[in-house]
Each structure stands twice: as C-alpha cells, then as structure tokens.
C-alpha cells in the first residue's frame, strides 16, 4: 500500500477485534482542521470504477462516499427501485397437488421482462387500467401421451404437460397495450420461461388469469429487482519493513492470505503484496494465529472504498440499477428539501407575524398613552 493514504481512511483489523469502525459525528470533518465542503475537492475523491459486467451481474466501486451514502443506495437498489410483478391471480380452476394460496405465491415470485417505467403505480383503490395493469392467462391439461414407451423413466417421454413453467404464461394485451413498439417487439413474459411452478397428472389441469402491477421491495420482496445487492470495505495489508518477513517462512506467509495476495520472489523469498490481486483477499486473519509473523504485516479495510456487488432479477440490465438508484435518491432529497423550505418559509412567516402583532401592539399603547396624557391635560385645564 503507498505511503501517502491517509491512515484515517483505514478500519484496523486486529486478532480479535476491529479498531476505528467509526468515522466522525460528521464524516470527513475532524477537529482543528478546515474541511469546509468544497465541491471540486468531492468530485476528485468520487470514483464509480466497474469492474465486472455480465447479462445478470455486476460488480462496481464506489469510492470517496460515507458508509451512509453507500448504504442507502444499497437499500434503494432492493427496496425502492420499482418492478411488474404479479399480484392478483384469479383461480378458475386448480386439480393439481398445490393448493390455490401457495401456487399464488409461487407465481408472484416469477420475475418478468417488462420495464416499468411504461407503467403507473396502481393503489388499492385503483381500477384496473392498460396503463397499470399487465394481464396473462394459464391454461395447461396434462395428458398421457397415446404412444408412449412401455416403461418410461421420463414423465415427459410418458406425458404431455407434466410440467407447468413460467413460459406457459401467455400475455393478453389490454386496450392500448398491443399498439406498444416495445411490446410489439418484446411481449411481456416470464424472464426465465424454465421456472417449473407445479408438476402435473393426467387428468390435473389449472386455468388461472393473472394480474401483474407495479411495486416496491419495501412492500413485498417480489418487487425486488436484485437478487442480491451487498457490498465491503477494500481490503489493505501494509508488510512492516522493520520486521521482514523470514525467507525460509515466506512461502508458508503468503499461503496466510487468500492466492495471489502475497508474491514471493522466486530466487530472494522476498514477500510484496499485489495491489491487484488485494481485493480479493478475504481478510480470515489467519496470519495472527502464527506467532512467528507477529508485527509482519498490519491489516485494515478502507472506510470509503466500497467493492458493490449486483446480481438483477427482471427488467433491468446490471449497469442500470445503480444509476436508478441514483434517481430515486435524488428524487427523495428534493422531496425533503421541499418540505424543508416550507417549513423554514412558515417560521419566517410566523416570526413577521409575531413582529408586525408586537409592533401593533406598542404602537396602541404609544397611541393609549398619548391619548390619556392629552385628556388629563383637558381636565386639568377646564378645573
């Protein structure tokens, strides 16, 4: 690790505890020092370094923010950035094994390829519209199939629909749905048509129509678009160059960190630690429990360098999330601002209230007075 990082950006691991877990009662300000904010300073220290991108996954760091900050876009991610997922399911007929409640369930959980920007969020009281509300049909019969093998080992060798998966769900597009350009070229289905929902028998059939909306994670964990979304501190381990690592203990040191981490020279036995392999290392502390080591490397994680990891469920594509995280975190602060100011625009307003009742009030006594003052004069004139 470079001599010039700020030791206080570090989280000190130690054998049995961890040293420095807190930042400041207002991170990024310590006392006797000027640390005004300064917005050319934030966006230098603000990086978003992806480093893995795949269909499903994503893996990102975000550097130069508070663990708040990190963690309330982690929150958003799973519980506030929204999705389609089926909420209602009208039960025609079910035969099969699963009882109506369960296979609701199960349904619910099917995530969908549908974008939900194109949908309004629809509320309890609600009608059902084209504009918030998705409807798909299920109708699968299982039946035996006539030409079957005497002794068949596979059901669907011997039966026709032994299987309901999610790509049995057929969209059925409402008013305006089917005029859609992206619904034309993408209908509305199941992201993976090979979840099995329930196996079938001859003569066992379900024929469901199923209501999708627009939800949160916050109020059911359907919504979700992430399968998970977690994120840790980057790892730091600084070798102590007064207490160097013994040659013939080299190779027997560096297996104390996870592979790649430590390097040791073939010919010298000289140990350094591979800045790019440091992130993977699982900080299991195994270096502490060998006495011959003690002193040899001191071990830390960066309080403000977080290693995001997303895996997305439905609609959105990986690198898409967090950038909608963003957003609805703007939209919440503009919402609090707004409210902020019409809560200091009414203490203004009462305060001048106060002031102009005050200022009244002094002026009718000035006037009571001079008036009284005035009358006793009469008085005393007439007499």
Known sequence: MPSAVDRRRLVGVHPERV??????????????????????????????????????????????VDASIANAFRRIMIAEVPTICIEHVYVWNNTSVMQDEVFAHRLGLVPLNVDPELFEMKTPTDSATDRNTLVFKLD????????????????????????????????????EQVELPVFIAKPPAPTNPNIVLVKLRPGQEVSMELHAIKGVGKDHAKWTPVATA??????????DPSKPVPPH?????????????????????????NEQALR?????????????????????????????????????TPERIFPTSIRIMREKIAVLRKAAQALLADSDDGA????????????????????????????????
């Open 352 to 383: 001048m209230d106060a002031t102009s009742e005050r200022v009244s009030v002094e002026q009718g006594i000035n006037v009571a007075s001079t008036s009284e003052g005035t009358s006793g004069d009469v008085v005393m004139m007439e007499t």
């Open 140 to 175: 699968v019969t299982c039946t035996r199939k006539q030409k079957a093998p005497p002794d068949p080992t596979d059901d669907n060798v011997l039966y026709d629909h032994s299987s309901v998966t999610a790509g049995d769900l057929v969209w059925v597009p409402q008013g």
């Open 230 to 239: 977690s994120y840790r501190l980057l790892p730091s381990v600084t070798l």
């Open 249 to 273: 203990r080299a190779d027997k040191f560096a297996k104390c960190f996870s592979p790649g981490v430590i390097e040791v020279d073939s010919t010298t036995k000289a140990v350094r630690v």
């Open 19 to 64: 040293s420095d877990v807190s930042s400041t009662d207002f991170p990024g300000h310590y006392p006797g020092e000027d640390n005004s904010w300064d917005l050319e300073k934030f966006r230098k220290n603000l990086r978003v370094d992806i480093t893995r991108l795949s269909n499903r996954s994503i893996e990102f760091d975000l550097v130069g």
């Open 280 to 316: 993977g290392e699982s900080m299991s502390r195994e270096v502490f429990r060998h006495p011959e080591f003690e002193g040899c490397a001191k071990l830390g994680r960066f309080r403000d360098h977080f290693l995001f990891n997303v895996e997305s469920e439905g609609p959105y």
